[in-house]
Structure formats: C-alpha cells, structure tokens
C-alpha cells in the first residue's frame, strides 16, 4: 500500500469516527447549540409537510439534521421497497413508510448501529416498520436490483468516494427505479485544508 492509499484509509477512517460523533450529538443532544439547521427548524425551513412532523415521534423531528427534502420528488407510491441513505433518527424512513404504506417496505443505512436502532424504535412508536442496517453506502449491504426508490438527505457529500455512491445506488435499483436525493454540492474545488479536516468533512 502507498504512503497516498494509506494516508486517504487514515482520513476516511477518522471522517467516519467523525460522522458518528457529530450525529450522534445532535441526537442525543438536539437543544444543544450546531452551526447547521437541525430539528424541527430545519425541517419547516425544507417544506416538510406540517403533518409529517406533527405525527412523528418528537426525538426524530428534533434530531432531523437534512439539507433539503427528498420526499418531494420522490412520488413514492403504495407497496414500493425504499432505501434510505444515512437514515439517523428515523424521521425521512417515517415519512417513507406511510407513503409505501403496510405493502410497501423501508430499509435504512446508517454508519451508526445506536441509530439504526433509534430510528427502527421512532418508527414503532408511529405504527410503521422499517428495516435499517449498519452500513457504508459505498457498500450498501442489499442484493443487487432489490429497491424500487433511494433517497438520502445531506450524506452523499460526506463520502470520499462519490462515483462509488452512486454505482451502488444503480445496483441496488431495480430497472425503471429512481432516485431523489437533496444534498450540498460545491461549486469550486475545496481548499486542501477542508478536504484534510474531517471536523469539516463531517459538517
């Protein structure tokens, strides 16, 4: 292995200890002070319906940490499969499992296996299910052609490894699936500083 494959491994290793952390705290603490919009803020601000976040329990609103809203395009529809990126708190699968309704399934993805379980137990208290796993989603842990929908809200831009996300998120759909993600795109290449902060990766 090169000094340059070795120093990218320590990188994306200290970015995802990172990650962890940071959403980790939003969730544990949402009242706490961020310099990003989270809660219910953040969702207003992203036109999340007021009902979707009326009927959701309140640790997932308040822990919702996105950067746009994925369900307005993603004209989910009764009995489909839906993946969800980086699902945190629950609060986007939620939302997923009533479009879908009792016919249709949600399975989430997070780096963090404590949210995983936060999330599944958010969307118990709702009376929907979801399905969540720990996971990269440069490896997403599904067979091949088995959703119908993938949406993720902000974490695409947290990987290293982007063209890699995206093959993934193509094998995972079946044909004639689709996929609606919000996300935060630079238009200028990143400082060399940025890129080495995995503090700044992870915000």
């Known amino acids: 292995m090169t000094d340059a494959v070795e120093a990218q491994a320590s990188l994306e290793a200290q970015l995802k200890d990172e990650i962890v952390r940071m959403y980790q705290e939003v969730a544990d603490n949402p009242d706490a002070e961020f310099h990003f919009f989270h809660g219910r803020e953040a969702a207003e601000l992203f036109e999340y319906r007021p009902e979707w976040l009326d009927e959701a329990p309140p640790g997932a609103v308040e822990s919702f940490a996105g950067v746009g809203n994925p369900h307005e395009r993603a004209n989910l ?10 699902s945190g708190a629950g609060l986007d699968p939620i939302i997923a ?19 995983c379980l936060k999330a599944q137990a958010h969307a118990a208290t709702t009376g929907t299910s979801m399905e969540c796993h720990e996971g990269r989603m440069e490896d997403i842990p599904l067979p091949d052609a088995s959703v119908d929908v993938v949406i993720s809200n902000g974490v695409i831009n947290l990987s290293f490894r982007k063209r890699r996300v995206i093959e993934e998120m193509f094998r995972v759909l079946k044909p004639g699936g689709r996929i609606s993600i919000t996300d935060i795109v630079s238009a200028k290449q990143l400082s060399q500083s940025i890129v080495n902060d995995p503090k700044l990766w992870a915000s």
Do not use: C, F, H, Y
């Open 77 to 86: 529809q009764a009995g489909e499969t839906v993946l969800d990126l980086g």
């Open 97 to 115: 499992s009533r479009s879908v309704g009792p016919t249709g399934k949600v399975i989430g993805i997070d780096l963090n296996p404590a949210m």
